[in-house]
């Protein structure tokens, strides 16, 4: 019972390392992550391999799940389904071994969002539900599954179901404080709530997405530089341009559009809202329309 090749030191480095790494999602290339969370992960499945307490076992196995679903994440975002679809696996088995309920969320909203991303909205809408009913109640894994969850509705046309899932998502939020990591991928960062708003407005056609997109950019790229989470300006230029678009203003649309995707930062995941963007630029026949087809298939990921 009290073997262990693990030291309090060690234990604590790795859950630390976890929530930097968790916080680098926010800001670092998909491509460089995967390898320091792979990295990260393999140090931990040695440690298993090793004596450790029960205590000790439990918290690497902790750390190990929530190293798990991030790595999916990843995956999904460089466009790796089918490893992304082992992690989630992996990492859900890893949380019920340890009995986290939030984790076991996480899994199922990661899942949800891949859904979306390939167009299975139902499914998506499905996941996000699953979630909420696992999470704990107001944590950041059943907060996220909401926000999922109103984006779902809004990509099948449901406008009332759209609407009920946002005024939850606005309860479970309002007096939410910002955590001391906002960055943090499994911290509910409650100025996140704007931008989940915008893109789920956006994606239901509703008159008020333009206005609160516009906000929402105001707030994540106050200096037009990408501000201090360039990944996220650029998918609130995406919303913006959508929202412009539906308010037949494609020229505009056009030129917001075009500032996102120069960015570099619209990952592999998400290249379907710019091409969406760039379809209703199209359907317009607007003279901008060829400078923003000649931008998106200058920039878009191989494959």
């Known amino acids: 019972m009290r073997a262990s090749d693990v030291s309090a030191e060690t234990l604590?480095?790795?859950?630390?390392s976890v929530d930097d790494l968790a916080s680098a999602y926010a800001t670092t290339p998909p491509a460089d992550l995967l390898p320091m969370v792979r990295r990260h992960l393999a140090y931990v499945g040695r440690l298993l391999d090793g004596r450790g307490t029960l205590v000790?076992?439990?918290?690497?196995?902790?750390?190990?799940?929530?190293?798990?679903?991030?790595?999916?994440?990843?995956?999904?975002?460089?466009?790796?389904?089918?490893?992304?679809?082992?992690?989630?696996?992996?990492g859900a088995a890893l949380a019920e071994h340890a009995e986290h309920a939030e984790i076991q969320a996480w899994c199922l909203e990661t899942r949800a969002w891949d859904r979306l991303t390939q167009g299975e909205?139902?499914?998506?809408?499905?996941?996000?539900?699953?979630?909420?009913?696992?999470?704990?109640?107001?944590?950041?894994?059943h907060i996220q599954a909401t926000a999922q969850e109103a984006r779902g509705w809004a990509r099948v046309g449901d406008v009332r179901r759209t609407r009920d899932a946002l005024d939850r998502l606005e309860r479970l939020t309002a007096n939410l404080p910002v955590p001391?990591?906002?960055?943090?991928?499994?911290?509910?960062d409650p100025t996140k709530a704007l931008a989940y708003t915008a893109t789920t407005l956006s994606w239901a056609g509703?008159?008020?997405?333009?206005?609160?997109?516009?906000?929402?950019?105001?707030?994540?790229?106050?200096?037009?530089?990408?501000?201090?989470?360039?990944?996220?300006?650029?998918?609130?230029r995406l919303d913006l341009a959508l929202a412009l678009v539906a308010a037949d203003q494609p020229d505009e649309a056009s030129a917001v559009a075009a500032e996102a995707i120069r960015s570099g930062r619209v990952a592999p995941s998400n290249w379907w809202r710019a091409r969406e963007v760039l379809r209703r630029v199209e359907q317009t026949d607007t003279a901008e329309a060829s400078a923003l087809r000649e931008v998106y298939e200058a920039y878009r990921p191989a494959g």
Do not use: F
Not at 12 to 16: H, K, M, V
Not at 80 to 89: I, P, T, W, Y
Not at 121 to 141: E, F, K, N, T
Not at 181 to 188: I, N, Q, V
């Open 206 to 236: 509703d008159p008020a997405a333009e206005q609160v997109a516009r906000v929402a950019l105001a707030e994540l790229d106050p200096r037009g530089d990408g501000g201090d989470r360039p990944r996220r300006s650029a998918s609130a």
């Open 121 to 141: 909205h139902r499914q998506a809408i499905d996941l996000s539900q699953q979630a909420q009913q696992v999470a704990p109640r107001g944590s950041s894994a």
């Open 56 to 90: 000790q076992r439990r918290r690497l196995v902790v750390a190990g799940g929530w190293l798990t679903v991030l790595r999916a994440t990843v995956h999904i975002d460089l466009r790796q389904r089918s490893a992304a679809g082992a992690h989630l696996v992996a």
């Open 12 to 16: 604590a480095r790795i859950e630390a």
């Open 180 to 188: 001391e990591r906002a960055e943090h991928h499994y911290r509910y």
